[in-house]
């Protein structure tokens, strides 16, 4: 009996270290692609501007949906690839926006874009898209990177908010 009763706290301790080791760990959750390059986009143009940015929500949001409401499932644009909001002083771009490149980014591109040399160009073209000079951009006064995975695809989108003179 004692050899039991020593056998079962035995069992009972080891049971109790396995407890203490389940869901240990700090591990985020893996980021999809499309968060993977929203992060990317959103360093890469602080970097080219100089600035120190956060990924604006709402204009996060405005971005996904202008991808969502613009690129079909096959990567077709339905609509062109700028949108304008006058009134609230909202540009909003989906990249690529040379259409006679393959619309969408993959996997190992959405990687890369962690290299300075294809982010910088990146942000370039959006300057370009969007006819933004020096002194636009410095008017700039929130950014919003959205991105939505369509397929094996990632459709990228810029929103950004300049400031008006009073």
Aim: glycine residues 4%.
């Amino acid at each position: 009996m004692k050899m039991l009763k020593k056998m079962a706290a035995l069992l009972l301790v080891g049971v109790m270290a396995l407890a203490l080791l389940t869901a240990c760990g700090d591990e985020a959750p893996a980021k999809s692609t499309a968060e993977q390059a929203e992060d990317a986009m959103t360093i890469a143009i602080n970097q080219s501007l100089e600035a120190d940015f956060k990924n604006d929500e709402t204009l996060k949001n405005l971005a996904r949906k202008a991808i969502a409401d613009r690129v079909e499932e096959d990567g077709k644009f339905k609509d062109g690839f700028m949108v304008v909001d006058q009134e609230n002083k909202v540009m909003c771009v989906i990249f690529p926006a040379d259409r006679s490149t393959a619309l969408g980014f993959t996997a190992d591109q959405v990687a890369q874009m962690k290299d300075p040399a294809f982010t910088k160009a990146f942000v370039e073209s959006f300057r370009n898209a969007s006819n933004m000079d020096d002194d636009d951009v410095k008017k700039i006064n929130a950014i919003g990177v959205g991105a939505v995975t369509k397929g094996d695809k990632t459709y990228i989108a810029i929103a950004v908010k300049v400031k008006t003179a009073k």
